[in-house]
């Protein structure tokens, strides 16, 4: 069975993802995935030095993730370059992974981590697709506490993602992040029962 997790910035993703982990499913994560694409794949690094230049590239010539993320976070167009270039090797690397492990013994539930799965349209080949939902307030302050930035550069890189109602209308449930990590851990086992009654 092939869940994905996926929501605004800092909307709990990983939480949810991590403690579905602990309960016995297999974590993919996409950002792990694109990180190894953006390190890894050479043409994707000569494409992205063509678009951004050498300035995104560290003196033992690695990607400074954290230069491409001020290039192109709040400049809508630098962004749509960058995910032109990663996204589609990203998500063959994705698909390539969760289809290998599904072809392993059986029975397993395979938990994909991504942000961005309705914009990928992923709930065509996904068996079951959870939105976590955090208000705005809640998710400016842990991006603010957590990356450090500035409530401005915050709410770009929240205004970059796909809204909530377009990610409601595709969602198979959705959970609410507003209150304590306590509450987090619960819903997140009450999911874990819920997949494995609908997997049986
Ligand atoms: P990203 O989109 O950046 O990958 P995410 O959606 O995976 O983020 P998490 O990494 O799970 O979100 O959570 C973001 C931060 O907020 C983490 O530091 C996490 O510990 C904290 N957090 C998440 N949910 C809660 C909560 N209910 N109460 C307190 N802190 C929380």
Not at 20 to 49: F, P, S
Not at 104 to 114: H, M, T
Not at 141 to 168: F, W
Request: hydrophobic letters at 45%; charged letters at 30%; glycine letters at 10%.
């Amino acid at each position: 069975m092939v869940v994905g997790i996926t929501g605004g910035i800092a909307s709990g993703k990983t939480t949810i993802a991590k403690e579905l982990e602990k309960l016995g499913a297999v974590l993919v994560d996409a950002d792990q995935i694109g990180h190894d694409v953006v390190d890894n794949v050479a043409e994707v690094r000569d494409r992205l030095r063509e678009a951004f230049g050498d300035s995104i590239f560290d003196a033992q010539d690695r990607i400074d993730r954290s230069r491409l993320g001020e290039r192109v976070f709040g400049d809508g167009d630098a962004l749509g370059r960058l995910n032109a270039i990663v996204h589609p090797h990203l998500l063959e690397e994705l698909r390539s992974r969760v289809e290998h492990l599904a072809s392993g013994p059986g029975g397993k539930v395979i938990v994909i981590d991504a942000a961005l799965l309705v914009e990928w349209k992923a709930q065509e080949w996904l068996d079951y697709l959870v939105v976590v939902e955090s208000g705005a307030e809640r998710q400016l302050e842990r991006i603010c506490s957590r990356d450090g930035l500035t409530r401005e550069e915050a709410r770009g890189r929240i205004s970059s993602q796909v809204g909530a109602d377009e990610r409601a209308a595709v969602a198979d449930e959705i959970i609410g992040n507003d209150a304590g990590l306590d509450d987090l851990a619960r819903a997140a086992h009450d999911l874990w029962l819920r997949l494995e009654a609908i997997r049986k």
